[in-house]
């Protein structure tokens, strides 16, 4: 994950905090339909992928480019626009990487959740027993409450 990665001096909940609203960037521009000039993207990911990139750079934090912070901002992205499939194909990815413990069940915690929400999508159940999907910084914080506790600052 993000630990395996981060310089030193980095802090991994610091990375979180900008992570969350590189993410809530990234969803502004694509809700509000900025695209590159003369291109037309049909590719969820490749123009999610390409805002979130601009996203990170422009904010300055360039850090959230690596790829344990990159798949699991994307996957935020995704979740948000109901593209559950990509959200947790991205967070196999993620788990598939982990070394901790704690961080590896959290990652299938929420994968769990993700298929819950997959299946929901797919069956179209009534909304009575459908699951309500949670947002992106409510999970955010969720993770950062994990690392505290697991002595990651």
Not at 27 to 54: C, N, V
Not at 63 to 73: I, T
Not at 78 to 94: G, S
Request: charged share 25%; hydrophobic share 40%.
């Amino acid at each position: 994950m993000i630990l395996s990665t981060a310089p030193v001096c980095a802090s991994v909940q610091k990375d979180l905090d900008h992570l969350a609203s590189i993410v809530e960037s990234t969803i502004w521009r694509l809700e509000s339909g900025i695209e590159m000039p003369g291109q037309k993207h049909d590719d969820f990911m490749k123009t999610a992928a390409q805002q979130y990139e601009l996203t990170a750079i422009a904010a300055g934090h360039p850090q959230l480019l690596e790829e344990d912070y990159y798949r699991l901002g994307l996957s935020f992205v995704a979740r948000h626009f109901n593209k559950y499939q990509l959200a947790k194909q991205l967070l196999q990815q993620e788990l598939a990487a982990q070394t901790i413990r704690a961080v590896r069940e959290w990652f299938t915690r929420e994968l769990a959740d993700l298929e819950l929400l997959i299946q929901n999508q797919n069956t179209e159940q009534n909304t009575a027993g459908q699951k309500i999907p949670r947002h992106y910084r409510a999970i955010i914080e969720d993770l950062k409450q994990l690392l505290a506790k697991s002595g990651i600052r």
